[in-house]
């Protein structure tokens, strides 16, 4: 236990940090677990946004794709709305600050409490000696990302509820170890009707990206054509809908669709489900595959027509790391300092 009170940066009040792995296009669940949440925040905290390549390849990425994706993840972020003049957009690998202080955080993150970590046994499912290091180490990484900011709050979907736990965890360990009180217990903020979407075909499963099937998601570059697919062959139960919460939980998949039909028309669950108690799936449907073609379909377009110019898709992501490392630089100087590496 060190003996003295160091003296440390101020932690902000409203600075908001927030990440997504740049593999394969986003899906529905991002748009409306995260994506969108994103957005809105903008109007009131100072945002720092981050396609999160270290984390993607705690999974072997294809080097070219990863790179293309990239490029993507980060249009789809500005064609949704992120306003690269007042929040900050860039890919992790560049902002060294990141790295350096996830080190730091292996040290104090004990193996009990990342054993406990659900994502890592599903990621690593029953071959957990072939995954890799960083798989294991991967919500240390997450928390270096967060608190290299200092960041008062992060939204996320509702998955990450628990490595934003851990973070707060390893933010108090390292503050109580060296008698300091230079980390903020960052704030979770995960709100709205999109927090956990879950599968077309399975409505147990979350939606995700390395699920096999194409039809099990809607991605942000699906035309209006493959959108009106996927959600006509969404999996349904053969009863009318229904507004009995009670009987929703027995339906999944039912539950699911009006979450997200909820979510897209940014009206509470409860008056989407009395909008369509009795009726049958396939008005419903129709109904809702205009709603997701209106939200989805300008974005798609803005989409590519950013990618038509990867020189301005690269030239937010050099300006926005630029700007992180000046937030980051000096908190990371800040750490060393406190756990005494010498800084000659
Ligand atoms: P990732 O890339 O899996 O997902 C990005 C965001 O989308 C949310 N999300 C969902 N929300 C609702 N329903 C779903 N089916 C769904 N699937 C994904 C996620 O909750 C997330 O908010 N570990 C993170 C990335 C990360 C990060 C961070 C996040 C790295 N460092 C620091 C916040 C702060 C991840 O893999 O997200």
Redesign the pocket.
């Known amino acids: 236990m060190a003996s003295t009170t160091k003296e440390v940066s101020a932690q902000p009040t409203n600075r908001i940090?927030?990440?997504?792995?740049p593999?394969g296009n986003l899906?529905l669940?991002?748009y409306?677990?995260?994506?969108r949440n994103w957005v809105t925040l903008q109007a009131d905290y100072e945002c720092i946004y981050?396609m999160?390549d270290l984390?993607a390849i705690t999974l072997f990425q294809d080097p070219v794709e990863l790179t293309a994706s990239t490029r993507e993840v980060t249009a789809s972020l500005l064609a949704s709305g992120i306003d690269p003049k007042t929040s900050i957009v860039f890919n992790q690998s560049q902002v060294h600050a990141h790295a350096e202080l996830a080190w730091i955080f292996n040290c104090v993150a004990r193996m009990g409490w990342l054993n406990r970590m659900t994502q890592f046994k599903e990621k690593a499912g029953k071959n957990r000696e072939n995954a890799s290091v960083g798989l294991y180490a991967?919500p240390n990484?997450?928390a270096a990302?967060?608190l290299a900011y200092k960041a008062s709050h992060?939204?996320?979907?509702?998955?990450?509820k628990q490595?934003?736990e851990l973070t707060r965890d390893i933010a108090q360990a390292f503050n109580s170890a060296y008698d300091v009180d230079c980390f903020p217990m960052t704030e979770p903020l995960i709100f709205g009707e999109?927090?956990?979407?879950?599968s077309l075909r399975d409505g147990s499963k979350?939606?995700?990206?390395s699920e096999p099937s194409e039809m099990s998601r809607i991605i942000l570059t699906d035309g209006p054509d493959e959108i009106a697919k996927k959600i006509r062959k969404a999996k349904t139960d053969p009863l009318p809908l229904t507004a009995s919460p009670e009987e929703l939980e027995e339906r999944p998949e039912a539950k699911n669709l009006l979450g997200i039909f909820a979510a897209l028309s940014n009206a509470p669950v409860a008056e989407i489900h009395q909008r369509y108690d009795g009726a049958e799936f396939s008005q419903f449907k129709k109904d809702l595959i205009e709603l997701a073609v209106a939200e989805l379909s300008p974005i798609t377009t803005e989409m590519q027509r950013l990618l038509a110019d990867t020189a301005y898709v690269d030239s937010v992501l050099r300006d926005g790391a630029d700007k992180a490392a000046e937030i980051a630089t000096p908190i990371v100087k800040e750490v060393q300092d406190i756990v005494g590496f010498l800084r000659p």
């Open positions: 940090f927030s990440g997504v792995q593999t899906h669940g991002n409306l677990g995260a994506i981050c999160v984390h991967y990484l997450m990302d967060i992060v939204p996320v979907g509702a998955d990450q490595h934003l999109g927090t956990r979407v879950m979350k939606m995700s990206k």
